[in-house]
């Protein structure tokens, strides 16, 4: 049987990804990345402004496999955090790392506030897992295509998949404004990928 050829990352990423870290915390990720024996599947497109929605979300494991992959590629993923966690001196670490402060009782709510910071920022890719938890979330949340939404962005859709520890960019979503329509689509696009814990992920059939 022929081997399998696995990449760590791909040989080209788009100059229109926002990138942050040098070539130490790209080596540091590169060296995680084989010693785990993951390998990335697929492309990123090239886009300025992205949701990245992240599933399926079913133990903590996810983050020890992304943020090795994170490093290696020197991407800029922006998340969402409360406002009072950015207080000195972590503020400017959070800042530089790609956090966002949000405001959960601002009028507009989140969306409102992280469709502003897209507007701001000349690049900006906002990385969120739509389950909202690691048990079983009967309901995805929606709050990631209500800020798609807001700020006219596409949502791309990239997923864990542990039987074949890959992870793996599976497509771009252009959100319709439907969110119900919308999630369905979604959650049936990564439908076919499987979780560490596969008993924790959402039934298609629930939602």
Not at 36 to 63: C, I, Q, Y
Not at 127 to 139: F, Q
């Amino acid at each position: 049987m022929t081997a399998v050829k696995k990449t760590t990352i791909p040989a080209q990423l788009p100059e229109e990804m926002p990138r942050v870290g040098n070539w130490f915390t790209q080596g540091i990720g590169l060296l995680i990345v084989k010693m785990l024996g993951w390998r990335f599947d697929g492309n990123f497109p090239a886009e300025k402004k992205l949701m990245v929605a992240l599933a399926p979300h079913t133990s903590n494991w996810d983050f020890v496999v992304a943020m090795p992959f994170i490093m290696a590629l020197k991407l800029k993923a922006s998340w969402m955090m409360k406002k009072e966690a950015f207080f000195f001196p972590f503020k400017g670490l959070f800042m530089a790392l790609g956090g966002i402060p949000t405001d959960r009782s601002a009028a507009g709510g989140m969306a409102k506030q992280v469709a502003n910071q897209f507007r701001q920022n000349e690049k900006m890719w906002v990385a969120i897992t739509p389950e909202g938890t690691r048990k079983k979330a009967h309901k995805w949340k929606n709050g990631f295509l209500r800020i798609a939404n807001a700020a006219g962005v596409p949502v791309l859709l990239v997923a864990w998949d542990f039987p074949t520890k890959r992870i793996c960019i599976d497509s771009l979503y252009h959100p319709t404004g439907d969110l119900e329509a919308d999630m369905q689509e979604i959650q049936k696009r990564f439908s076919k990928y499987r979780g560490r814990n596969p008993e924790y992920q959402t039934d298609i059939d629930t939602v």
